[in-house]
């Protein structure tokens, strides 16, 4: 049989294979270039955190798995001297990569300004430096052929079936997406084009332009905010490296440029580090990532002598299944360790732990969800257990795991460590599931149950997965010690904060980076701390530590480390005068509909008409008619749906003001917003105000003499009830929609005047949990 050839080699050897003038095809039978923003983030956080990495693991690699390659007998480029590949598995991977060296390229000569700096030593170092790494990445991206034994000409690394390679432009024919962008990068830089690049790809029409636009934007994105965010500024699930570890031993690899002798290495790359005048971090940590990605990052690749023979390796390596999780490689540790240091595995409490957690995660149907919700639990875990922001990467997962275990000495300690994660994989069952909560906390006091049970399914509506790790923290702490007004103190603050967040900034708006931080600082660190500076002086953040011991913060701890992450920026947040004046002028329902449900609710919670029938409110004593912030209400159908008063788009009816659509964001703010039945939002629609009031004062009618009133009103005033007024009659009525249903106009200063309110009543409801 012929020889296969598999081995694990890094990017450079990939590309720069068979002396320099490799190739790579993908064959027509290969899907187009389809890679979406999710497969984009995980891809370059393997890249990111395997950089980061390197001080806790200076050998370390990044895998991005298996490369199969047919070698091609018959080159349809047929004026192609070089050699041909075909891609039989990991074009997306491949592709990926080669657009990823030239946003790399391209980021290097943008960031590299020689004029700026005024040292000669340190300008020589970097500019070979430089030039040398844009030589190598070149190789990622075309390769050269010679016509006439002299003259180079680029050919793309990467090209289609249909696409022909040659050593000449009248020859080349480039008719795929990928292969023209190389192409045309290839000529910009080997012409030396005046200006940046630019790359139109309006006459390609195989459904790949906008996503590949995307992707580029993507990884031109997160290179950006590598080489410039601070530890606790990075939206992104991996950190960045700092001044500290560019200066470092495991880091002095990637210049391949400075003196041979160490103390002069040494003494240059720290004198770079020490120039004030001009801000060279951005250009060291690029350098950095590039000879990380070239000489660090590995695939595995096999060359198999026929094609044949390359689908049954495919098929081999698929039909085994997804690789083993984190879980899955950690639990043969755990059993070693019980039956090393206990009695014996079987019957352990570690054991019970770990049948917990994977029968957990043995009720997901497929396998990539399984796979998916593994990876979840670890990042919870991670930040639960020492405060760490980790990735999705399965090798760091695994990494971490098997290091912060063999770190403990303690038995009693691996014990709680292992416990803990049983508890994250309990707790995301519990409440992470969408599962009921109607069952869940019923050891609470019964005047606390209902509201948490509410806050814990709006905090999971919005998918703010950043907060379990603290949750949990209090919940365990609270069932162990059975005095449970840590978690309810302690979940109440957190969702005052998340509303007050999320309101202001419209997104997540780096929320993830604070929950973060709670968990690894506690407060908000200084401009100094988050730099890398006395960093160890200042960790009493949440995280349980490495052994299991560090106290718990007390719940006015966790108030004010959240209040002292409200302030900083993005959200500068202090008072309820700063908090409205802000959320006012933001369109928080085309960021969260589930936002603005929760707001209104907690608006109208324990509220009444001052006076009555009219459109202010004040709360007041709670009644039957306006407790509101309870969970089953929460789940009810009369709140199901939120709608607009003003239609979102400007309508070409009459009874509307126009002045409502000239700020784009007044109509989505929560003063246009309020709640129907799935069913009556449908049957209001998009009608005229005149005709949505009458249906408000339908809906809110509280006898059957009012609504009798309100039905013959609307039918003198010519709205149109149709068949929906027998479904009227039946229904329950809608008291939070008495005051909408006394307003008589309905123009942007009535929307603004309503946002007011209603954003100044949700904080007199929420701002104690927190403030």
Not at 542 to 560: A, C, F, T, V
Not at 573 to 587: H, Y
């Amino acid at each position: 049989m012929s020889k296969f050839d598999a081995d694990p080699v890094d990017l450079w050897e990939v590309f720069t294979h068979k002396a320099n003038i490799a190739g790579f095809r993908v064959p027509e039978y290969q899907r187009t270039y389809d890679w979406d923003e999710k497969n984009i983030l995980r891809y370059f956080e393997d890249l990111a955190v395997g950089l980061y990495e390197l001080q806790n693991d200076p050998e370390g690699r990044t895998f991005l798995g298996t490369l199969i390659l047919v070698e091609s007998q018959k080159n349809k480029d047929e004026k192609f001297d070089g050699v041909t590949f075909d891609i039989v598995d990991g074009q997306q991977r491949l592709t990926t990569t080669s657009l990823l060296a030239s946003v790399l390229h391209k980021t290097l000569s943008e960031i590299f300004q020689p004029t700026a700096l005024e040292d000669p030593v340190i300008l020589e170092w970097l500019s070979e430096e430089v030039n040398y790494t844009k030589q190598r990445l070149q190789n990622c991206i075309f390769g050269f052929v010679s016509p006439d034994g002299v003259e180079n000409f680029p050919f793309p690394r990467i090209v289609r079936d249909n696409d022909s390679r040659a050593p000449s432009l009248k020859d080349a024919k480039y008719n795929s997406l990928i292969a023209n962008y190389l192409f045309s990068y290839a000529t910009h830089i080997t012409n030396r084009k005046a200006g940046l690049f630019d790359f139109t790809c309006d006459k390609f029409v195989d459904g790949t332009s906008k996503r590949f636009l995307s992707n580029l934007k993507l990884l031109q994105d997160f290179v950006t905010q590598l080489i410039n965010a601070q530890p606790d500024e990075s939206s992104l699930d991996f950190d960045s490296i700092g001044l500290k570890e560019i200066i470092s031993q495991d880091y002095r690899f990637c210049f391949s440029k400075l003196p041979s002798d160490p103390d002069d290495a040494d003494h240059l790359i720290k004198r770079a580090v020490d120039i004030k005048d001009i801000n060279l971090k951005p250009l060291l940590v690029l350098l950095c990532f590039c000879s990380y990605f070239l000489d660090r990052v590995l695939f595995t690749r096999v060359i198999a002598p026929k094609v044949r023979y390359a689908f049954d390796i495919f098929d081999a390596l698929n039909t085994t299944g997804e690789p083993l999780t984190a879980i899955e490689t950690f639990k043969p540790r755990v059993v070693e360790f019980e039956n090393n240091f206990g009695s014996k595995y079987s019957g352990s409490p570690s054991e019970i732990s770990i049948n917990h957690i994977e029968n957990f995660i043995d009720t997901f149907e497929k396998n990539s969800e399984r796979q998916s919700e593994a990876q979840n639990l670890i990042v919870s875990f991670a930040l639960y257990q020492t405060g760490k922001k980790l990735g999705y990467n399965l090798n760091s997962q695994r990494g971490y795991l098997r290091k912060t275990f063999n770190a403990i000495e303690e038995i009693a300690s691996k014990r709680k460590y292992i416990k803990n994660l049983g508890n994250i994989s309990d707790f995301r069952e519990r409440f992470w599931s969408g599962k009921d909560l109607s069952t869940q906390l019923i050891d609470l006091p019964e005047n606390d149950r209902e509201i948490c049970r509410l806050l814990m399914a709006f905090i999971v509506s919005l998918k703010t997965k950043l907060a379990i790790p603290i949750l949990a923290r209090y919940y365990y702490h609270s069932q162990d010690t059975k005095d449970w007004s840590y978690f309810v103190d302690a979940l109440k603050a957190l969702a005052a904060f998340i509303v007050l967040w999320r309101s202001v900034t419209g997104t997540t708006g780096r929320i993830d980076s604070a929950l973060r931080g709670v968990m690894y600082y506690g407060n908000k660190p200084s401009d100094k701390v988050s730099h890398g500076n006395d960093e160890e002086d200042l960790f009493n953040g949440l995280n349980i530590g490495i052994n299991s011991d560090r106290k718990i913060l007390e719940p006015i701890e966790l108030k004010l480390a959240l209040k002292s992450w409200l302030a900083g920026k993005p959200v500068e947040i202090n008072n309820k005068d700063e908090w409205v004046a802000k959320a006012m002028t933001v369109p928080i329902y085309s960021h969260s509909a589930t936002l603005c449900r929760f707001l209104l609710l907690a608006a109208t919670h324990k509220t009444a008409q001052v006076p009555p029938g009219s459109i202010s409110l004040k709360k007041d004593k709670l009644s039957l008619s306006n407790d509101f912030l309870k969970y089953s209400y929460w789940r009810s159908d009369s709140i199901a749906s939120v709608e607009h008063v003003a239609p979102q788009q400007q309508p070409h009816l009459s009874g509307w003001h126009t002045s409502i659509y000239d700020d784009s964001y007044l109509v989505h703010s929560i003063g246009n917003l309020t709640l129907l039945p799935s069913g009556e939002n449908s049957a209001v629609g998009n009608k005229p105000w005149k005709d949505k009031l009458a249906f408000y004062q339908i809906f809110s009618a509280t006898t059957d003499q009012e609504f009798k009133d309100a039905v013959k009103k609307a039918k003198t005033d010519g709205v149109t009830l149709g068949e929906a007024e027998d479904r009227f009659r039946d229904m329950l009525n809608l008291p939070f929609l008495t005051p909408l249903a006394a307003y008589e106009n309905w123009d942007a200063e009535t929307i603004r005047i309503r946002t007011k309110a209603l954003l100044e009543l949700a904080w007199e409801e929420i701002h104690a949990w927190l403030f």
